[in-house]
């Protein structure tokens, strides 16, 4: 869940209190959010030398608490240059200018804004394209120094390999677009790039919009061959989303309910034959236990309900009752967390126990 805090690409006392909460409550693997490769399509960025210890900082935090570290690369495309969400989350206006947020050049497949308002992105040139890859694989480079041990590039949500992929987004009559195998291109030949660079040892992912979410356009199988493409590139995992494209049309895209993205990850999955991270609205433990023993996905991700209960693991780990003496704690808590279940359940009480 990005945190739109970052100043010039670093991370403050903020991120670090953020992340350490996530790796104490539990959580196996924590993704470091959206981190844009270059200026043009930051959120906070990894396009600098100078950044690498914030984020080798906030690596050591999450690996001192047993949890391993990732980090998602990304490139706000054509959605760079915008509000925060809870200052409206739309195209920058006067009040944000007042307040002393600056525009800034944004850029796309094609000179087509997200929406109505918002900045019309530059069209990336072939050799502009070449020199993004390039910035990514610089970043995947201080992701190895920083010490991260998973990479996910994020294609999802109308970011710039998103807005390769739709047609949507994507109008540019050259060897990017047109074709399913054209408008694939870019996110294979990142892919590609990255995993070059990226240990062989250490798991790829990438996240996509599994579907457009539009009527009419990208559907759940040119994200099933586009999985095909990405396993043989060596990409591990899947991180299956949906929407986030923009443009004209009918919503097909089912209102947000508990796990309501599942199907997509089992799917691609399925038909793919690769692993998948499924996504959205996932609550409780025996939800996420259920999607996993089913064959689902073989990850459950959680991001808002973490934001609820950082602790959500271990509660999860207690529902299900793999760890009632609260032995995966930290020892600080769990002593006496443990000391008062055994209270409770010596006096046959269920209320709290001094």
Request: hydrophobic share 40%; net charge negative; aromatic share 8%.
């Amino acid at each position: 869940m990005c945190q739109y805090s970052a100043i010039d690409g670093v991370m403050d006392d903020h991120h670090f209190v953020h992340y350490s909460q996530f790796a104490m409550g539990g959580t196996g693997l924590i993704i470091v959010e959206a981190t844009g490769v270059e200026a043009r399509g930051h959120i906070p960025m990894a396009t600098s030398d100078s950044q690498i210890d914030c984020h080798e900082r906030v690596v050591d935090l999450i690996k001192s608490n047993g949890a391993v570290a990732a980090l998602q690369l990304a490139h706000a495309g054509r959605k760079a240059s915008c509000q925060r969400p809870w200052e409206g989350d739309g195209p920058l206006e006067e009040k944000d200018f007042a307040r002393g947020d600056m525009a800034w050049e944004v850029v796309g497949p094609s000179a087509l804004p997200f929406g109505e308002g918002w900045l019309t992105p530059k069209e990336l040139s072939p050799s502009y394209i070449a020199d993004v890859i390039d910035n990514w694989v610089a970043a995947t480079k201080r992701a190895i120094t920083a010490g991260y041990d998973v990479l996910e590039i994020h294609s999802a949500h109308g970011y710039l390999s998103h807005s390769f992929l739709s047609p949507l987004s994507n109008r540019r009559g050259d060897k990017y677009s047109g074709s399913l195998e054209n408008r694939m291109r870019f996110t294979l030949e990142l892919a590609e790039a990255v995993r070059a660079t990226w240990p062989d040892n250490k798991p790829q992912f990438t996240r996509i919009s599994s579907v457009d979410g539009i009527k009419g356009r990208r559907g759940i199988e040119e994200s099933v061959a586009l999985a095909k493409e990405l396993k043989i590139r060596s990409v591990d995992v899947i991180d299956c989303s949906a929407g986030g494209i923009a443009g004209e049309g009918e919503n097909t895209i089912a209102r947000p309910t508990s796990g309501y993205q599942v199907g997509y990850a089992a799917q691609i999955r399925r038909e793919a034959d690769i692993m998948t991270q499924a996504v959205g609205m996932v609550l409780g433990a025996s939800q996420a236990e259920t999607i996993l023993t089913s064959g689902a996905a073989d990850l459950v991700s959680l991001a808002r309900e973490s934001l609820r209960n950082p602790y959500w693991a271990h509660h999860a780990a207690e529902a299900l009752g793999t760890d009632p003496e609260y032995l995966a704690w930290p020892v600080q808590y769990g002593y006496w967390l443990g000391n008062r279940a055994k209270s409770m359940r010596a006096n046959g009480r269920a209320g709290v126990a001094n």
